[in-house]
């Protein structure tokens, strides 16, 4: 297995056999080189929770252009990102491994050259790859760039969300981010200029503005921003938040506006998935990273590809981010590679041939962190001190209605019965220890199976570090 982030050191023969027979291996048959072979567009969508879209009842209309794109495609109901962090979601989705497997476990560990990509794939199939990012987390020196022919990650004198003068010096008139609409523009014109009309493409487009610092343009402001709500602190970041929401469902529109104006969209099959969520105070803590309860993990998902996907299809069984890569490969036609992804294919799913597994184990990881008392504001509200207590790594686990989350460093386990109590406010675990003991046995069994043996951590620099503060990351 190749690494990422870590340098691997060995592993026993016994736990790779495990792992080869736990793995879903996608077959289907190579339509890569007929004519015509479909083109691929990945939309991310940065800190974007599911209960704040629209698409999926959220009473305020913050997605219409997802709820159009969900009507002509698949809505799935339960996708998971595997952390509630930016790099590691993404490396998972580009390589369909768990963040244990490749390593990037937090914002700044590196995709290692060795790791093969989606992009890669695609690439030596003959497509044309280009990528636009909106975010310093996945910046090309992360590794992120691997497969693309284009990767677009250079903000230039582009008005950033983010400013930290203790880095004018060094940074220049270089920013650490991106609006939505200077993302649009510049992957339309690779789309009206760039790409080579003779052959496939594959598009990835990031979209960061949901991140905080939430500040929307004025006019999505005056729609979003109830005037009553600026004395309560919470619900005016929770307006300002919903309104960056419809300002990127608003480019979202935009960039498959011109899919279709320059004849592409019946050919192109659209993915568009969230990172992660928001915590919004639900659990303490107003912004992500810090847990993967549900509002921090649960994110949208909308698979649209006309004439072979059936529309206002509602997909409620649970899948993950590392499904990603083999369903793509698996709906376009192209040979995986040769080793075993860690996610399953979709595309069955999708083509109604299959059900998805109702009671499909769902696996989830809380990024490192130094003990230490996090700010639950931060940046925010200067006059409250309140503060959460992060220490190591968690890691949760969810099978049908119930979630078990365990975190050693910080001695805690909580078990929940998300059907009953989908906001995970109750925590049963004394009172149904049989049922938390079986889960926890079995999230134990896949750690066990997903961490090599012998990590060596690649550390971070002290110049990324500083990058990924300025993007309101913390240790």
Not at 342 to 368: C, I, M, N, T, W
Request: with cysteine.
């Amino acid at each position: 297995m190749r690494r990422t982030g870590y340098v691997r050191c060995g592993r026993v023969l016994g736990a790779a056999l495990i792992f080869l027979a736990s793995t879903w291996i996608v077959g289907c048959s190579v339509r890569i080189d007929e004519p015509g072979a479909p083109n691929v567009l990945l939309i991310t969508l940065d800190t974007t929770r599911r209960d704040h879209c629209s698409v999926y009842g959220y009473e305020r209309a913050t997605t219409p252009n997802l709820s159009m794109l969900a009507e002509q495609g698949a809505l799935f109901d339960l996708a998971y990102a595997p952390m509630s962090v930016t790099g590691p979601t993404h490396a998972t989705i580009f390589t369909s491994m768990y963040p244990l497997s490749h390593g990037v476990v937090t914002n700044a560990f590196t995709l290692l050259p060795e790791q093969q990509t989606l992009a890669e794939v695609l690439s030596e199939h003959r497509y044309q790859t280009a990528a636009v990012v909106s975010s310093f987390a996945l910046n090309a020196k992360f590794g992120y760039a691997q497969g693309f022919q284009v990767y677009d990650d250079q903000f230039g004198e582009a008005k950033p969300t983010f400013t930290n003068e203790c880095w004018a010096d060094q940074l220049g008139k270089k920013g650490f981010d991106r609006r939505a609409h200077l993302t649009t523009q510049q992957a339309v014109a690779w789309l009206e200029e760039g790409r080579d009309s003779s052959r496939s493409f594959f598009l990835f487009v990031h979209y960061f503005d949901p991140h905080a610092p939430y500040v929307p343009l004025k006019s999505f402001a005056e729609q979003f921003v109830n005037p009553d709500h600026r004395s309560d602190y919470l619900k005016y970041l929770t307006d300002l938040y919903d309104a960056e929401i419809a300002f990127t469902d608003w480019q979202v529109g935009a960039l498959l506006e011109a899919l279709g104006r320059l004849g592409l969209e019946e050919n192109t099959l659209v993915v568009l998935a969230g990172d992660h969520g928001e915590g919004l105070m639900q659990h303490g803590y107003m912004l992500h990273g810090a847990n993967i309860y549900e509002e921090a993990v649960r994110v949208p998902l909308i698979v649209r590809w006309p004439g072979q996907i059936e529309s206002r299809q509602i997909l409620d069984a649970p899948v993950e981010m590392v499904d990603l890569m083999p369903t793509i490969l698996d709906l376009i036609g192209v040979e995986p590679p040769p080793l075993p992804f860690q996610g399953r294919s979709l595309a069955a799913a999708l083509e109604g041939k299959e059900p998805l597994d109702p009671e499909r184990p769902v696996f989830l990881h809380r990024r490192p962190y130094d003990p230490h008392e996090m700010k639950t504001l931060p940046k925010y509200n200067p006059q409250r001190v309140d503060s959460i207590l992060v220490a190591g790594q968690k890691y949760a686990i969810r099978v049908g209605r119930w979630k078990y989350i365990e975190g050693a460093e910080e001695g805690t386990k909580e078990l929940f019965d998300l059907k009953a109590d989908p906001g995970e406010q109750a925590n049963l675990y004394s009172k149904q220890p049989e049922r938390a003991a079986a889960l926890a046995s079995q999230l134990e069994s896949w750690r066990r199976l997903h961490t090599p043996d012998g990590l060596v951590q690649v550390p971070i620099s002290d110049q990324d570090r500083q990058g990924l503060r300025a993007l309101g990351y913390v240790d």
